[in-house]
């Protein structure tokens, strides 16, 4: 069985996802997690494990799925192993981080663990005080710029840590080391919604308590 990570719209009224899985079933695909993701105006955004023979059967079971009333797809991907699986994740990343010494080699970690898990299009840290880049991955904007925004961006009340609806839809951001040094990804093809910048918030804190034990 193939596993593929499928996101989806769906109006927030009762048999709504009962006729989603019901479609996937209908294409002998198998939901084995969900998440979601938001909710509000009367639509929830869920992320949806499915297993499934085929990767040909991808395109029909999309079909199916949005002929359901009130369903969009946002896209389907190719899901990893551990998709689906967020403690473990987490504590697969606190383990990595814990083999490493320096804050350069744990931010590393951090960065493509989240760049690769949730699928973005760059990923980088950022020295704040120095406005320098201190690593990135894809094609990442200049280091002045990140630096600007989550400056700016840190004097704006309606934006916690960088996790808000009001935050830019294609980036999501946190400070780490004491301020010192920022967190930044951005995605093109889909936005980050509200649980995914929690996650980074809180894998991110996972860093700080690494470098602390670091440090004694």
């Known amino acids: 069985m193939k596993r593929f990570r499928l996101r989806v719209w769906l109006d927030d009224r009762p048999g709504a996802l009962g006729a989603v899985a019901s479609r996937i079933g209908s294409v002998k695909g198998d939901l084995v997690g969900i998440e979601i993701l938001e909710r509000g105006g009367g639509r929830v955004v869920d992320d ?8 040909s059967l991808i395109d029909l079971m999309v079909r199916e799925v949005m002929e359901v009333d009130g369903v969009d797809v946002e896209y389907v991907r190719p899901a990893g192993e551990l998709e689906g699986e967020g403690a473990l994740m987490s504590l697969r990343l606190a383990a990595d981080l814990a083999s490493y010494n320096s804050f350069d080699s744990k931010a590393k970690a951090l960065a493509e663990f989240l760049y690769f898990n949730m699928n973005a299009t760059w990923a980088t840290v950022v020295d704040v005080e120095q406005s320098e880049e201190v690593l990135s991955l894809g094609e990442a904007p200049k280091p002045e710029w990140v630096v600007a925004f989550v400056l700016g961006a840190a004097y704006d009340e309606s934006f916690s840590l ?11 951001w946190v400070f780490i080391d004491s301020g010192q040094r920022a967190f930044a990804m951005g995605r093109t093809d889909y936005p980050f919604r ?6 980074i918030i809180y894998l991110a804190k996972v860093l700080v308590s690494q470098l602390k034990v670091g440090e004694g």
Do not use: C, F, M, W
């Open 48 to 55: 949806l494990l499915v297993e499934i023979d085929s990767e």
């Open 194 to 199: 509200e649980s995914e910048r929690q996650q």
């Open 162 to 172: 960088g996790a808000t609806i009001n935050a830019p839809k294609d980036l999501a």
